[in-house]
């Protein structure tokens, strides 16, 4: 599962609410939509000690007194302070009454309000001028076989040269729970290596995994898995050519192209775009070393001068 705090990690001041708040995405996911209020209360509260903090405010009183003074000294812009109240209010609710009830909805509208909350507190106090992806429903991946995308290149060009300036972009199948979603991550990158050894090493290929990531978009408010050929077609409609020698040997998923374009290409299909703009690739635009252009063009050469039958 993807978070909706993703951009809070690496932020000096705004670490220490990222566990409450993806921890509070799980529960809406798993429907626990009751443990939401209580568990990111200490956020807000969090939040408006920091303010008054850096207003110079030597305070140790409660949360609700914290929002008085806020609120007296206009610290706070009015959407921010319902923001602050709201979540008090209803984090107090919870913890105080266990048989108090919060409504899918109740829980969904908590987390997208922390959502516009930690973008102001970074924006403000911590000088993010960076934007965020819009607030997503938190949902879990149910299916039981998930798809990975992936591009990789040969990692021996020496004794592989022609797979210089090329991408192969396929797919992985992965079964269990993917535990780190974040693009390109040491997780992906193994759970993808064993697919691609899988036929590779027949063919003595090295990979070099330049790209990895989560298969998975949301349509009309539902998520699913794509595969490799949406990617494949939408590199298609954007001109980016197959290449023509490896697809006569039937290695039809090697396009001459870049990682950066096949990086586009995968977001294209999650945004439902059937094409990108991007230049075509004429040739490799790998810096060889001399020894590997050396082999390089007595490579070509074989092939140029051998006899056609």
Same mark, same amino acid.
């Given at each position: 599962?993807?978070?909706?705090?993703?951009?809070?990690?690496? !932020? %000096?001041?705004?670490?220490?609410?990222?566990?409450?708040?993806?921890?509070?995405?799980?529960?809406?996911?798993?429907?626990?939509?009751?443990?939401?209020?209580?568990?990111?209360?200490?956020?807000?509260?969090? =939040?408006?000690?920091?303010?008054?903090?850096?207003?110079?405010?030597?305070?140790?009183?409660?949360?609700?007194?914290?929002?008085?003074?806020?609120?007296?000294?206009?610290? =706070?812009?009015?959407?921010?302070?319902?923001?602050?109240?709201?979540?008090?209010?209803?984090?107090?609710?919870?913890?105080?009454?266990?048989?108090?009830?919060?409504?899918? #909805?109740?829980?969904?509208?908590?987390?997208?309000?922390?959502?516009?909350?930690?973008?102001?507190?970074?924006?403000?106090?911590?000088?993010?001028?960076?934007?965020?992806?819009?607030?997503?429903?938190?949902?879990?991946?149910?299916?039981?076989?998930?798809?990975?995308?992936?591009?990789?290149?040969?990692? #021996?060009?020496?004794?592989?040269?022609?797979?210089?300036?090329?991408?192969?972009?396929?797919?992985?199948?992965?079964?269990?729970?993917?535990?780190?979603?974040?693009?390109?991550?040491?997780?992906?990158?193994?759970?993808?290596?064993?697919?691609?050894?899988?036929?590779?090493?027949?063919?003595?290929?090295?990979?070099?995994?330049?790209? =990895?990531?989560?298969?998975?978009?949301?349509?009309?408010?539902?998520?699913?898995?794509?595969?490799?050929?949406?990617?494949?077609?939408?590199?298609?409609?954007?001109?980016?050519?197959?290449?023509?020698?490896?697809?006569?040997?039937?290695?039809?998923?090697?396009?001459?192209?870049?990682? #950066?374009?096949?990086?586009?290409?995968?977001?294209?299909?999650?945004?439902?775009?059937?094409?990108?703009?991007?230049?075509?690739?004429?040739?490799?635009?790998?810096?060889?070393?001399?020894?590997?252009? !050396?082999? !390089?063009?007595?490579?070509?050469?074989?092939?140029?001068?051998?006899? %056609?039958?």
């Amino acid at each position: 599962m993807s978070s909706n705090f993703e951009f809070l990690k690496g !932020i %000096k001041d705004a670490e220490q609410f990222v566990g409450p708040l993806e921890t509070a995405e799980l529960m809406y996911a798993n429907q626990k939509y009751q443990q939401v209020p209580g568990i990111v209360r200490n956020v807000p509260e969090g =939040v408006a000690r920091y303010v008054l903090k850096k207003r110079n405010h030597d305070f140790s009183g409660s949360f609700f007194e914290a929002l008085s003074l806020i609120r007296k000294n206009g610290y =706070v812009t009015q959407d921010v302070m319902d923001i602050l109240d709201d979540i008090r209010r209803k984090g107090n609710t919870v913890l105080h009454d266990v048989n108090a009830q919060v409504s899918k #909805d109740d829980a969904c509208e908590t987390l997208l309000n922390l959502h516009k909350l930690m973008y102001w507190f970074v924006y403000s106090y911590c000088g993010f001028r960076q934007s965020v992806p819009s607030f997503k429903e938190p949902v879990l991946y149910t299916t039981s076989a998930k798809t990975l995308v992936y591009s990789f290149t040969a990692d #021996d060009l020496v004794q592989w040269p022609q797979y210089a300036g090329r991408q192969k972009v396929g797919k992985a199948t992965y079964h269990g729970e993917i535990v780190d979603t974040t693009p390109n991550s040491q997780f992906l990158h193994s759970a993808a290596l064993k697919r691609i050894k899988s036929y590779a090493g027949t063919m003595g290929v090295k990979p070099n995994i330049e790209w =990895v990531e989560a298969a998975y978009r949301e349509v009309n408010g539902h998520g699913e898995w794509f595969d490799d050929h949406a990617v494949h077609e939408v590199l298609d409609n954007s001109n980016i050519k197959r290449d023509p020698k490896l697809v006569e040997g039937s290695a039809r998923e090697w396009y001459v192209t870049d990682v #950066d374009t096949v990086k586009n290409a995968i977001a294209a299909v999650r945004e439902g775009k059937s094409f990108i703009n991007a230049p075509t690739v004429v040739g490799p635009k790998i810096k060889l070393r001399p020894e590997q252009q !050396i082999a !390089i063009d007595r490579t070509e050469k074989v092939f140029k001068t051998k006899k %056609k039958w």
